[in-house]
T-cell receptor
Framework: SQQGEEDPQALSIQEGENATMNCSYK?????LQWYRQNSGRGLVHLIL?????REKHSGRLRVTLDTSKKSSSLLITASRAADTASYFC???????????FGQGTTLQVKP | DGGITQSPKYLFRKEGQNVTLSCEQN?????MYWYRQDPGQGLRLIYY???????QKGDIAEGYSVSREKKESFPLTVTSAQKNPTAFYLC?????????????FGAGSRLTVL
């Protein structure tokens, strides 16, 4: 079962521009996480936002969470070519600790 | 360096054969997970284990089996009953951080059925 739906599926921008990705989910959550995946590699955790938080920052990353709309967004500011990757949201619900991943957004940053 | 090691990185299998993917972690994490990723898709949970000698089915467990005899190891067997096994398999582990569950992933194993 896919909990998260991400939008857009693909995004292409120029270096220096900002990139925004959105994630919508269906059920109540404990927290929502964003991961990054370089082509053919494992995923790397970027940031976690809890259900009682509305915004969180980490370096050039900004995550927002709107539990009333069941949606989250990831903003990458001043993008670099090295940010080229796929980005996934993942939701954690209940007490099993299971994470349910979205389909991902593929970001291409052109130098 | 602490981390998760998956092997082999690439594996080819003939139809009808069982194959076992290895996953070892030295992070002292209690929980371990196996996910499957198909091209252009998100991750789907196959099996997970929160403690040694215990594991639960995920969303797509049919045709797969696991064991958790040691804390460090969580091997996945792809059996001949799995009808479409060609995929990228990812192992992950976690320790609970104040109610969160942040995953650390291995580099993945790509299985191709010939």
């Amino acid at each position: 079962s896919q909990q998260g739906e991400e939008d857009p599926q693909a995004l292409s921008i120029q270096e220096g521009e900002n990139a925004t990705m959105n994630c919508s989910y269906k059920t109540s959550i404990n927290n929502l996480q964003w991961y990054r995946q370089n082509s053919g590699r494992g995923l790397v955790h970027l940031i976690l936002i809890r259900s009682n938080e509305r915004e969180k920052h980490s370096g050039r990353l900004r995550v927002t969470l709107d539990t009333s709309k069941k949606s989250s967004s990831l903003l990458i500011t001043a993008s670099r070519a090295a940010d080229t990757a796929s980005y996934f949201c993942a939701t954690c619900s209940g007490n099993t600790g299971k994470l349910i991943f979205g389909q991902g957004t593929t970001l291409q940053v052109k130098p | 360096d602490g981390g998760i090691t998956q092997s082999p990185k690439y594996l080819f299998r003939k139809e009808g054969q069982n194959v076992t993917l290895s996953c070892e972690q030295n992070l002292n994490h209690d929980a371990m997970y196996w996910y499957r990723q198909d091209p252009g898709q998100g991750l789907r949970l196959i099996y997970y284990s929160q403690i040694v000698n215990d594991f639960q089915k995920g969303d797509i467990a049919e045709g797969y089996s696991v064991s958790r005899e040691k804390k460090e190891s969580f091997p996945l067997t792809v059996t001949s009953a799995q009808k479409n096994p060609t995929a990228f398999y990812l192992c992950a582990s976690s320790s609970d951080h104040s109610g969160a569950n942040v995953l650390t992933f291995g580099a993945g194993s790509r299985l191709t059925v010939l």
